[in-house]
């Protein structure tokens, strides 16, 4: 049986009257073609896992590409090959030249050279920070290339990524040697990437017993046609999705669901569309009764496409407004800076609105901004989840209503839209989660706990085209 690709609904798209049925946007349920990961480290004590999980009966190659956080310039990347139902996964952990590497106790096929592979410094040519410990956090993403129809290369009629009764694949080494000696794109067939793939991201710090886990964002229809590109190039990225975008909104309050379409000149702008948010909100807990600590991860996966000179002949692009290598303060310092706002409420309802000096490092002018492309923000004085050397704002106990509740991170200010052929997204595309660790060493026992959840987001768009009404609860009676 072959599993095919979700489509968008036909009705939705001759409502929208949109010319094709491919339109990148967020999976509504889980699974899909694009996993993001918003964050990796290897501070401290921490180690980060992964897994990809293929749900469909079908090969798949993926590119697997690992980024670091100041500028998302590309630490390493190599292909995996999953067999039908497979998982693949591994750990990035301490390299012993102070950067990361990424370890796979798998048996799928990869195009990796060396298990562990170390992290590199090539592409540090940015202005920002060049020492290999910038590889020591980021965030990474997984991109379904093709659908895999025949990859036979030794001619012994069987599949040589697809695990034998043994429990390891035919032949691996076939499949690194074809690349290697150009062959593979002679002797193999793809067809176009059919989804049904999902992940999940934990970071684990074993001498203190925690561990947070959380799934990756999903993607679906990012590609139309097969992008099985040779390992090691910077190739599938978000600017090759197909430039089309559509955006689900619901609206309780009027019993509405919205759907939005956009056509755009470059792929990077459609991914950019379905992740924009006005503002985004979870929970926090700083309590030193239960030795609460509480970090936000907060990650731009396509900022650098629109801020890095390398990227786009005039950053800054909007949505973003700041240029790579100059802070707010003039430095080139590798941080590209968003203004932003931050507003807390305590669980009865006390609100405080943070300014720049409740939050360190303190921005210039009172401003409170994130500079990075995966930013972490510890929440109340004494935080330190992640043990994140370079990339953490700290939100200050005196900056809080209370030791617990919930907070909004603004983003719709001006300058922060992103315009496409129908409709203006004001916000700023943003994935992340919060981790939330508990202590009980105050009864005798040297116990900790983690839990993490991702982010809840508000949207903001308008345009000439404000979406189309598929469904309006006030237009159901009953009988």
């Known amino acids: 049986m072959k599993m095919k690709k979700k489509i968008l609904s036909v009705a939705v798209l001759a409502a929208l009257g949109a010319g094709s049925a491919q339109a990148v946007n967020v999976s509504t349920d889980g699974t899909g073609e694009v996993l993001v990961f918003p964050y990796f480290t290897v501070q401290g004590n921490e180690e980060t896992l992964l897994s990809i999980v293929n749900t469909t009966n079908q090969g798949k190659a993926v ?12 630490v390493l990347d190599f292909h995996v090959y999953l067999s039908p139902y497979d998982v693949w996964v591994a750990k990035i952990q301490d390299s012993a030249n102070g950067g990361a590497e990424v370890f796979t106790p798998d048996n799928s096929c990869t195009t990796m050279d060396t298990n562990p592979e170390v992290f590199r410094d090539l592409l540090f040519t940015d202005g920002g920070p060049t020492g290999i410990e910038r590889t020591r956090e980021g965030y990474f993403t997984v991109i379904e290339m093709a659908t895999i129809v025949d990859m036979d290369l030794d001619n012994n009629g069987l599949q040589d990524y697809i695990h034998t009764a043994a429990g390891v694949p035919d032949n691996c080494a076939a499949i690194r040697q074809a690349w290697i000696n150009g062959s593979m794109a002679a002797n193999s067939t793809v067809r176009a990437p059919e989804g049904g793939l999902f992940g999940t991201l934990g970071i684990i710090n074993v001498q203190s017993g925690t561990q947070v886990t959380v799934p990756a964002t999903v ?21 090759d999705a197909d430039p089309v975008s559509v955006v689900v909104n619901s609206d309780s309050a009027a019993g509405t669901v919205t759907v939005y379409e956009d056509n755009w000149v470059t792929g990077t702008d459609a991914v950019s569309a379905v992740l924009m948010a006005s503002s ?22 396509t900022k650098s496409k629109y801020v890095d000179p390398n990227e786009t002949a005039l950053p800054p692009v909007a949505p973003f407004t700041s240029v790579f290598r100059a802070s707010a303060a003039g ?14 409420w305590d669980r009865e ?14 921005p210039p ?37 209370g030791v617990a509740g919930w907070t909004k991170i603004g983003f719709a200010s001006v300058g922060h839209q992103l315009t496409g052929s129908n409709n203006t997204y004001s916000g700023l595309p943003v994935i992340g989660f919060k981790a939330t660790v508990l202590g009980n060493s105050n009864v005798g026992v040297g116990a900790s706990y983690g839990s993490a959840v991702n982010h809840a987001y508000e949207r903001m768009i308008s345009g000439s085209q404000t979406g189309v009404t598929v469904f309006n609860a006030a237009t159901i009676t009953s009988n």
Not at 219 to 236: D, I, K, V, Y
Not at 280 to 301: G, Q
Not at 339 to 344: G, V, Y
Request: a negative charge; proline letters at 6%.
């Open 365 to 401: 002018q009172a401003r409170v901004s994130l500079c990075y492309e995966a930013n972490v923000i510890e929440f109340g004085d004494d935080s330190n989840v992640f043990s994140a050397a370079n990339t953490t704002s700290k939100l200050a106990t005196a900056g809080l209503p």
């Open 63 to 74: 590119k697997v590409r690992f980024r670091e956080a100041y500028n998302t310039r590309e």
């Open 219 to 239: 993607l679906e229809n990012f590609l139309s046609r097969p992008a099985h590109n040779e390992p090691g190039t910077l190739r599938p990225d978000w600017q």
């Open 331 to 344: 430095l080139e310092d590798g941080m590209a800076c968003e203004e932003i706002t931050i507003t807390s």
């Open 349 to 362: 309802e006390a609100e405080k609105e943070a300014t720049g000096s409740t939050v360190s490092p303190r």
């Open 280 to 301: 985004l909100l979870n929970e926090y807990s700083a309590n030193p009764a239960t030795e609460a600590e509480t970090a936000w991860i907060v990650t731009f996966p």
